[in-house]
C-alpha cells in the first residue's frame, strides 16, 4: 500500500536553529498537509498546499513557516528559527484529489527543540 | 464550521470488556467523519470513516461506528478489546472552507486496556 514518508524521524536543535522537516507524498496525490502535535495535545492543522501554492494556513503558520515542493516529489516544511515551542511532532499527509477523502498520514517527525 | 468533540480525554478497561469512544460533531451541512488512530510512537493510521450511505461502518479490526444525525454522533465501538487496542482514537471532520478543506481532529481518547 503507498505511504507518505517522512525523515527525520526525529530531529534535536537548538533554539533559533532552522530546521528543514521533509515528506514524500504518494505519488499520484495532489493535496498535501502538514499537521503538528504538541506532547499530550490534539492534532493540529498547520497548512494545506495544492498546485503549488499555500491553499490555506492556520494562525499557528506564521512568518517561520514556509512550505515547498522543490522537485516535484518532496514537501518540506522549514521553521526559519525554531523555538522551544516549536517542540512537537509533526505529521505530513497527502489526498488524491477533490473527490478523494481518503488522508495518508506519514508517520511523523518528532522535533525536540532545546 | 465543521468540528468534532471527543467527551473523554482516558477511557480505562479490561481485556475483553466492549468499549464506547464518543464523539460529537457540529455541522450544518453534509459531513465526512473520520477516526483515527494512533500507537505508541507511531503515526496516525485511518480507522474508519463515514462519507454516505450506511450509517454503519466498519474497521477490519473490530471496531465500527455509527454515524447518527439525530444525536450528531459518530461513537466508535467494540465489544471485545484486547490489550493491543491500547492506543490514543483521533474523531476527525472534513472541513471546507474558502475552497479549500482539511480535516480537523477531536483531542483524542487514550484507551488503556489492562489484563
Not at chain 1, 10 to 37: A, D, K
Not at chain 2, 59 to 73: D, L, P, R, V, Y
Not at chain 2, 87 to 115: D, H, I, M, Q
Request: with cysteine; aromatic share 14%; hydrophobic share 35%.
Amino acid at each position: 500500500e503507498p505511504e507518505v514518508t517522512q525523515t527525520p524521524s526525529h530531529q534535536v536543535t537548538q533554539m533559533g536553529q532552522e530546521v528543514i522537516l521533509r515528506c514524500v507524498p504518494i505519488s499520484n496525490h495532489l493535496y498535501f498537509y502538514w499537521y503538528r502535535q504538541i506532547l499530550g495535545q490534539k492534532v493540529e492543522f498547520l497548512v494545506s498546499f495544492y498546485n503549488n501554492e499555500i491553499s490555506e494556513k492556520s494562525e499557528i503558520f506564521d512568518d517561520q513557516f514556509s512550505v515547498e515542493r522543490p522537485d516535484g516529489s518532496n514537501f518540506t516544511l522549514k521553521i526559519r528559527s525554531t523555538k522551544l515551542e516549536d517542540s512537537a511532532m509533526y505529521f505530513c499527509a497527502s489526498r488524491a484529489d477533490r473527490g478523494g477523502y481518503g488522508y495518508t498520514f506519514g508517520s511523523g517527525t518528532r522535533l525536540t527543540v532545546v | 464550521a465543521q468540528s468534532v468533540t471527543q467527551l473523554d480525554s482516558q477511557v480505562p478497561v479490561f481485556e475483553e470488556a466492549p468499549v464506547e469512544l464518543r464523539c460529537n460533531y457540529s455541522s450544518s451541512v453534509s459531513v465526512y467523519l473520520f477516526w483515527y488512530v494512533q500507537y505508541p510512537n507511531q503515526g496516525l493510521q485511518l480507522l474508519l470513516k463515514y462519507l454516505s450511505g450506511s450509517t454503519l461502518v466498519e474497521s477490519i479490526n473490530g471496531f465500527e461506528a455509527e454515524f447518527n444525525k439525530s444525536q450528531t454522533s459518530f461513537h466508535l465501538r467494540k465489544p471485545s478489546v484486547h490489550i493491543s487496542d491500547t492506543a490514543e482514537y483521533f474523531c476527525a471532520v472534513r472541513r471546507v472552507e474558502g475552497g479549500s478543506e482539511k480535516l480537523v481532529f477531536g483531542k483524542g481518547t487514550k484507551l488503556t486496556v489492562n489484563p
